[in-house]
């Protein structure tokens, strides 16, 4: 009876560590926080109906932002506690035991790739395509609210193991067979890893369906592919990667758990199972991933370097070819993760070659990118610096790529720290530092105000210091030979100092992380000076520059009629046509995907602790929901022309009455002037003066 | 949301609609496609895996293959009839041929459960050997869409004797038409790869 009410949940699930109590005590107190604030400011219905069902792809972008950062912060506890556990575990035990010290570094993984870089790259192509490509909502709202409350599932699925089983998967990211078969790996930790990475990869297919459909069929009249603005383009070869490679992650995790659920013996060492074709078929997926987040990326370089030098982006063409022969090639390279595995001299230098011509178009683009800066008047804005940053470390990273690329060099790095610093360049340069200046260039037009340029700079510097001072180490460790995922080494090796300095530069970037927090901060205590109110700060050349900031729920009042690349620039150079409105249709709220979404998260967890009742009812659940959802008529509602055009006069008067109080004090606040603006206002609010 | 606009604005809206899901519905029938390319290539690499166990050609009746190949093509060709019917609006006539699909779905499903279970019945399953978990997890994956298909048909049906032929109930039988014949060409390479090689 026990067995079918809670499966395999028992005492001894509940936490006992010290870092699962933590884990708990920090996830119940939140909760607590939250909950109390909300009902505090009653604030749940405006919760509820504002923000949580809403299908406007501008909330859910910022959704994306918000549970990304979280779990930012999340991971990055993750790094620190490696970094330290290696920097003292010289010769002794450090503080860490060698399974938590597995757990975590997987953990690390997993959080930094599917609810950080992922979360952050969808809440970016969220906001900003539909704005790009003027259209005022996407082509499914219904499956884009359904895949980010999938996301948010995988988030909370991922950190569950803190109050259930008190284990997480121990294995490397990929949870390579056979290590991740029931044989190996008994306890759940593989299971929550399983269902997290399941559940949020659904809405990642979903998501990049929806955007595949958006992007060709709901551009503005007069938007030709070849005139679509390069974000638009590098989301677009990027969901084209998604739809093409996460179906083979659904599968192949589902292998994994038939073999650990069922018993079957795809990836086992027994019964004619086959753990190398795990290793294909995760890589299939695992490889193009990178690109996934990479080519956005690249996008948003693009609009950047444009906008920044005053000019329109140089070889628009070649760049658009080589984001898709980035898109192509890196289908077909995923054999260079295991080179070491056997596949014979003739496999491995095919696959070696692909990789080497991956560098090909890559180089266009920053050929496109130089030329675009060549004889530009170019402004040096935080967004600009994140990207002379991204190329002074996606160098270095791209560099060490294609000597990894060479089988035998391969053989000597294979599963080295040289590799860890590798892939971190890339990712780190590429897709964040791409994300950062993307959210630095875009923040006008997501909150209204820009962001504060100085505070700005100083994040940048640190990241980009921190960044070296960690990674190079790494770089040298590894060619000393330190393999990575090492807990404990002998005292003899010399390491120290290495892992010390790396551990130094983790701080240096948590310091970064921590001023980005600020410059976000500052700028709203000065945002009645940094207010965007023309909607186009930067003199932008693309769509979303022309509708106000930050942009209003239909995002076009009037749907733009387009002839030109740089179409917005085209139409300041000729004078904007005057309004003409007519109605505009809207998509409904929905709470099906929220709905659907806690549901799908018991079907996780049902099958984590093998709660029958609990998936069979859950997935009756789901069924029954989408059924209704389907069904239901009239899933849209009219804006009248009259009413649009009110609310765009009402609009620009409250901007009028907002502007006329200007807030003109000095410049950006810098540290100083912000750490004093803070002490002045606690202390006010202590002294109850205010 | 009809009543404020001039029809002709309405029908663009439509057909954009329209066009825009079938256009989704493909891409997505192509990530399916791709589920089953992995399950296809994994069956591909373990089928001689036996593990001292029963192999194919011990195991399968290409007659209850071949009934479940006919069962299936058929029903492709009766809802083929049965989208021509909805799509001129004949609602009796499209209810009288999704219904026969129905039924020979339903019929499809039963074979194969048969098999599954003769197999079963001889002491072997999914765990014997990896050949017989790609055979159950391939074979099976696709009779869970049929189920679905199903499921989804049925529900279907049903709103169509509650609420007629719109176009919105047109366009899902569209995309249902599509997801069956999807199943259907899905079905012919399990047939070949499966069955008839099996006995090569």
């Not at chain 1, 992650?249 to 086959?274: E, K, M």
């Not at chain 1, 105000?449 to 790494?474: C, Q």
């Not at chain 1, 904007?576 to 409105?581: F, M, N, S, T, V």
């Not at chain 2, 066009?19 to 192509?30: A, H, I, K, S």
Request: with cysteine.
């Amino acid at each position: 009876m026990k067995e079918f009410l809670i499966g395999n949940l028992t005492g001894k699930s509940l936490p006992h560590e010290w870092h699962t109590i933590l884990g708990t005590v920090t996830f119940v107190l939140s909760l607590i926080a939250v909950v109390a604030f909300l009902t505090y400011t009653k604030r749940w219905k405006w919760l509820w109906t504002e923000w949580l069902t809403s299908v406007d792809p501008k909330k859910i972008g910022i959704m994306y932002f918000l549970v990304a950062a979280f779990m930012l912060v999340r991971g990055g506890i993750d790094v620190i506690m490696i970094w330290l556990q290696q920097a003292l575990a010289s010769g002794s035990d450090g503080y860490l035991s060698a399974q938590h010290f597995q757990e975590i570094f997987t953990a690390h993984g997993n959080i930094m790739v599917f609810f950080v870089a992922m979360g952050l790259i969808f809440g970016l192509i969220n906001f900003i395509v539909p704005l790009q490509i003027g259209a005022r909502d996407l082509a499914s709202p219904f499956m884009n609210t359904l895949g980010f409350w999938l996301y948010v599932a995988g988030a909370v699925m991922i950190n569950m193991f803190f109050i259930f089983g008190g284990e997480y998967a121990a294995t490397g990211w990929l949870a390579v067979a056979p290590l991740s078969g029931k044989e190996f790996s008994p306890g759940v930790g593989v299971d929550y890893m399983i269902w997290s990475l399941q559940i949020s990869g659904v809405g990642t297919t979903l998501g990049a369906i929806n955007f595949i459909m958006t992007i060709l069929k709901m551009r503005a009249p007069g938007m030709s592919l070849l005139k679509m603005p390069l974000f638009t383009w590098g989301s677009l070869c990027s969901m084209v990667m998604a739809v093409s490679v996460f179906p083979l992650l659904t599968a192949t995790l589902f292998l994994l758990f038939f073999d650990r659920y069922l018993g079957t013996h795809f990836f086992t060492t027994s019964g004619g199972g086959n753990p190398m074709m795990y290793t294909n078929l995760i890589w299939m997926w695992g490889h193009p991933e990178v690109y996934i987040l990479m080519l956005p990326s690249f996008g948003v370089f693009s609009e950047i370097v444009s906008t920044f030098s005053r000019k329109p982006i140089a070889f628009y063409k070649s760049n658009v070819v080589g984001m898709i022969g980035i898109s192509v090639v890196a289908l077909l390279v995923w054999l260079h993760h295991f080179f070491t595995m056997g596949a014979g001299a003739e496999v491995n230098s095919a696959f070696g070659v692909a990789t080497m011509i991956i560098a090909i178009p890559t180089t266009v683009l920053l050929f496109s990118w130089i030329a675009t800066m060549y004889k530009g008047k170019i402004q040096f804005t935080t967004p600009m610096l994140w990207f002379l940053g991204f190329v002074a470390i996606f160098a270095l990273g791209g560099i060490s790529g294609v000597l990894l690329a060479i089988p035998p060099v391969d053989f000597q790095l294979h599963n080295s720290l040289f590799l860890v610093a590798h892939f971190h360049s890339t990712v780190i340069g590429g897709v964040l530092f791409g994300i950062f200046a993307g959210l630095n260039y875009w923040f006008p037009k997501i909150a209204g105000f820009r962001l504060n340029e100085r505070i700005g700079r100083y994040a940048v510097w640190t990241w980009i210091v921190g960044f070296f001072v960690a990674f190079t180490p790494l770089y040298i460790l590894g060619l000393m030979g330190a393999t990575r995922r090492l807990d404990k080494y002998d005292d003899g090796n010399g390491w120290q100092g290495f892992y010390t300095m790396a551990l130094v530069g983790g701080l240096i970037i948590c310091v970064a992380v921590a001023l980005q927090v600020v410059q976000i901060i500052a700028s709203y205590m000065q945002k009645r000076r940094l207010i965007d109110e023309s909607g186009d700060p930067w003199n932008g050349r693309t769509l979303e520059w022309s509708v106000p900031s930050p942009a209003p729920s239909y995002n076009f009042a009037v749907i733009p009629k387009v002839t030109t690349r740089d179409a917005f620039y085209e139409m300041k150079l000729r004078g904007l046509p005057k309004p003409h409105y007519k109605a505009i249709h809207m998509p409904h709220d929905t709470p099906a995907g929220i709905y659907i979404s806690v549901f799908a998260f018991l079907v996780g967890f049902g099958f984590v602790w093998n709660i029958i009742w609990l998936y069979v009812l859950s997935l009756l659940a789901i069924i029954i929901i989408l059924i209704n959802k389907t069904f239901k008529e009239d899933s849209e509602y009219t804006i009248p022309a009259e009413v649009v055009e009110k609310m765009e006069t009402v609009r620009a008067e409250k901007m009028k009455a907002f502007i006329r109080t200007p807030d003109y004090s000095k410049e950006d606040m810098g540290l100083k002037e912000f750490v004093s603006t803070v002490f002045s206002w606690a202390w006010g609010l202590v002294g109850g003066k205010r | 949301m009809t009543q404020h606009h001039p029809s002709a604005e309405t029908e663009a809206h439509e057909a954009a609609a329209d066009d825009r899901t079938m256009f989704g519905f493909w891409v997505y029938l192509m990530t399916d496609l791709l589920m089953f390319a992995v399950l296809f290539a994994v069956y591909a690499v373990l089928r001689n895996s036996t593990a001292g166990g029963p192999d194919g050609a011990e195991l399968f009746s290409p007659t209850l293959a071949l009934i479940n190949t006919l069962l299936l093509l058929t029903s492709s060709f009766t809802i083929g009839i049965a989208l021509l019917a909805a799509r001129n609006g004949l609602k009796q006539q499209a209810l009288v041929w999704f219904g026969l699909t129905f039924l020979l779905g339903t019929a499809f499903l039963g074979v194969e459960l048969y098999e599954f279970y003769e197999i079963m019945h001889e002491g072997y399953n999914l765990r014997t050997s990896a050949f017989l978990s790609s055979f159950f997890v391939l074979v099976g994956t696709h009779g869970v869409h049929i189920t679905s298909g199903l499921l989804w048909l049925g529900v279907t049906m049903y709103y169509v004797a509650k609420r007629g032929l719109n176009r919105s109930m047109v366009r899902k039988l569209s995309l249902l038409s599509l997801f069956w014949h999807f199943l259907d060409i899905v079905w012919i390479f399990i047939f070949t790869v499966v069955y008839l090689m099996a006995f090569v």
